[in-house]
């Protein structure tokens, strides 16, 4: 069930909040706590009943583990075989569901003959199994101490980020969960829920699926072979970048909304990473509980930055990799991960350089530009369906495939078969594509949004106010302005989910 549907908009969320504040009323905040969690089930069980086995197992198998881990931790007994097992189930089970397929088709290609399973990838688990991973660390730690089943299973499937994160901390959550809690007063955070979700909404319908419209095409046409000219894949590469960047801002947007429509806090998970001036900045913004949960325990377990510099460069191209093959079973992802961490290799080792020889400090827009190339780059890897698409893309961006211009533009230049130029050709637009003009604009538009306006998390005060009196007036309050102009954006949101099916969020598929 998609957040971006009509019936989760007009069917499941308007019952879940009924009964939430009824048995909340009526039976205090116990009631709420099973009506959640019920409700919880059923929005993953609604993407198929074969979904819920996977998930279960998990729950229980952490749950009685982690309750192990605490016991044994108060009886001061080692707690390390016990950690790795849970550890290890975890990883078995995301394995086997996410990266079976993926490793049978390699050792095919050495020589063997296996059968791939062909299960289907249960929704969300890459979430779920790091959430829970995280959760026995620290209960091996003492740092989990919370062992209400229901509780537990309400943390582990809140529907708010079960599907697509963020991924939280037991610690953090817990409290929030209990019943004294669930049953105090909420309806004051409700008109800035309600705000939260319809950006959020509008960043995904309005803007995210409108730049995918730049991307898909001639993604799908290198997929096949076809070579785009240097301005569509500009314009792609620059799409995407732009697509992934509302559909997972607006994801996490509507997650914290919907969350605070229960009184429920999840932590911030995106804050303008396109803004950063660094790629280390940019991790630090971008997936922020990913970011956390590979350094708390990934980073600092492998040794951190506490052995040398040399050993530091190792670790981060470790973590990276990871957690490029984290977001995906396929070689694109572990080389997008590991460029990444090759980015901040280069990143810190500048640091250390500039300090060492008092170099000035790049200025922050000539930081910001250099970053957001970057990352833009890396995200062709990150898109395309194969190796051989990315080269192709990555040769367009620069020329060797073409530099296509209008046709009649060609004609009355009396060059009609396009100009030779050596390697780099001029050649005419003939295709359906989007005019040269109009790709263009629409990347000054996205970049307009990315760079110039305040973030939903600032305007909202999930992060500190924005500098500047014009980013101020457009700060969150209570008033009828605010109101109205909500209602437009979510009346346009739902006309165009209501022009044809809605369409899933891109980690959904993480």
């Excluded at 969320?13 to 009526?26: E, Q, S, T």
């Excluded at 997972?248 to 303008?272: C, E, H, K, T, W």
């Amino acid at each position: 069930m998609l957040f971006n549907s009509n019936t989760f908009l007009f069917e499941f969320l308007p019952i879940v909040l009924a009964g939430f504040f009824a048995a909340k009323n009526l039976f205090g905040g116990r009631a709420a706590q099973i009506w959640l969690a019920i409700c919880s089930v059923v929005f993953y069980a609604s993407a198929g009943l074969t979904l819920l086995p996977p998930l279960g197992l998990s729950i229980f198998v952490n749950f009685l583990t982690g309750r192990a881990l605490t016991r044994r931790h108060l009886r001061e007994e080692s707690t390390a075989a016990l950690l790795f097992a849970g550890v290890a189930f975890n990883l078995v089970l995301l394995g086997w569901f996410k990266y079976a397929d993926f490793a049978v088709t390699n050792l095919n290609h050495l020589g063997l003959h296996l059968a791939s399973h062909g299960i289907a990838l249960p929704l969300g688990i890459s979430f779920y199994t790091f959430t829970q991973i995280a959760f026995l660390a620290d209960a091996a730690r003492g740092f989990a101490s919370e062992y209400d089943i229901l509780r537990y299973v309400l943390f582990v499937t809140f529907f708010p980020h079960l599907i697509a994160g963020p991924i939280i901390h037991h610690r953090e959550m817990m409290p929030q969960f209990a019943p004294e809690r669930l049953n105090a007063r909420i309806f004051d955070h409700l008109p800035k829920a309600l705000m939260l979700f319809t950006m959020g909404l509008a960043k995904k319908v309005l803007l995210a699926d409108s730049f995918a419209s730049l991307a898909q095409p001639v993604f799908d046409n290198a997929a096949h072979g076809l070579a785009p000219d240097a301005i569509a894949a500009w314009g792609a590469t620059l799409g995407y970048t732009f697509q992934i960047y509302f559909d997972f801002s607006g994801y996490s947007d509507m997650a914290l909304a919907l969350a605070l429509m229960f009184g429920i806090r999840l932590p911030v998970n995106f804050l303008s990473p396109y803004k950063s001036p660094s790629i280390i900045e940019f991790w630090r913004s971008w997936h922020m509980t990913l970011s956390r949960f590979l350094r708390d325990y990934v980073y600092i377990p492998l040794g951190g930055n506490r052995h040398g510099r040399w050993r530091r460069y190792a670790n981060l191209m470790i973590v990276m990799s990871v957690g490029g093959l984290w977001h995906g079973a396929g070689w694109t992802f572990l080389i997008w991960g590991a460029l990444h961490g090759f980015y901040l290799l280069v990143n810190h080792a500048w640091r250390a350089v500039a300090a060492r020889r008092r170099f000035a400090p790049l200025s922050l827009w000539s930081g910001r530009v250099i970053t957001f190339v970057a990352v833009a780059l890396a995200w062709v890897l990150f898109r395309a369906d194969t190796f051989a698409a990315a080269r192709m893309i990555y040769a367009s961006m620069f020329g060797l495939n073409g530099i296509a211009i209008s046709a009649e533009t060609l004609r009355a230049l009396g060059f009609a078969n396009g100009i030779d130029l050596g390697p780099i050709r001029i050649i005419p637009l003939l295709t359906a594509e989007l005019a040269p003009p109009l790709v263009i604009l629409w990347c000054l538009a996205g970049l307009a949004f990315v760079w110039l306006l305040p973030n939903s998390m600032e305007l909202t005060g999930f992060a500190p106010s924005p500098a500047g009196a014009f980013a101020r007036k457009l700060e969150f309050r209570n008033a009828a302005g605010f109101a109205v102009a909500s209602a437009v954006c979510l009346f346009a949101c739902i006309s165009v989910i209501n022009s044809g099916a809605p369409s899933a969020f891109i980690y959904y598929r993480f």
